[in-house]
């Protein structure tokens, strides 16, 4: 089985996505060194209602015979895009397609290596957003999708998934102000600083 969608599916998405964000996006077939490959839409900054550049996934979650009832997608905003950014989303979306499972709100995806070139971050929590940003979709299979955040978190940020803790990080981002979307974000100061890193095999190369 491939890992993207069949393309039916991944049609159905682009056009809820598109409904939803109010343009047409860039969409991008992502190879990884291992050879797998995984898609990506893309709206630059300035070319949806969104406000931000944003990245969706097309094929989180296993699509075709055999899938599972319910389907997650991957969606990510960030305040600037660029390749780096893109990579580090597909290697995401392709860690979750690995584990085979539908990962569900607060679930981290981390590790000691760095998701993002260039930046600090070395894994990301997944959420279902309350204001349902990119609602709920039913395929034309039946079955259901759920959209979830990819938020980039630092390593002491990623060490509240010890204890299924996404919430208390939550709140303790609320409380600080912090802006989700913005790359050049800080640790908030009631969190403490470690140190990090190490490569997945599979992983491409972001660092």
């Keep these: 089985m491939e890992l993207m969608g069949s393309m039916s599916v991944v049609e159905e998405l682009r056009e809820h996505y598109v409904a939803v964000v109010g343009s047409e996006p860039e969409y991008h077939e992502m190879r990884t060194r291992s050879g797998e490959s995984v898609g990506v ?90 204001d349902d940003l990119i609602p709920k979709l039913q395929l034309a299979d039946g079955r259901h999708v759920v959209f979830l955040d990819a938020l980039p978190v630092f390593p002491e940020e990623a060490s509240y998934r010890r204890g299924n803790r996404s919430d208390e990080l939550f709140e303790i981002w609320e409380e600080s102000g912090l802006k989700s979307w913005d790359l050049d974000r800080d640790l908030p100061s009631v969190i403490e600083r470690r140190s990090i890193l190490r490569w997945p095999s599979w992983a491409q190369r972001n660092g």
């Design 41 to 130: 839409f893309e709206w630059p900054k300035g070319t949806s209602r969104m406000g931000v550049h944003l990245y969706a996934s097309a094929g989180a979650t296993r699509h075709g015979p055999g899938a599972r009832e319910h389907a997650v997608e991957l969606f990510l905003g960030v305040n600037t895009g660029s390749d780096a950014v893109k990579e580090g989303f597909a290697n995401l979306i392709l860690s979750v397609l690995k584990s085979n499972t539908v990962p569900q709100h607060g679930v981290f995806v981390a590790g000691n290596w760095k998701v993002i070139k260039g930046r600090k971050f070395t894994g990301w929590v997944l959420t279902e957003r309350p």
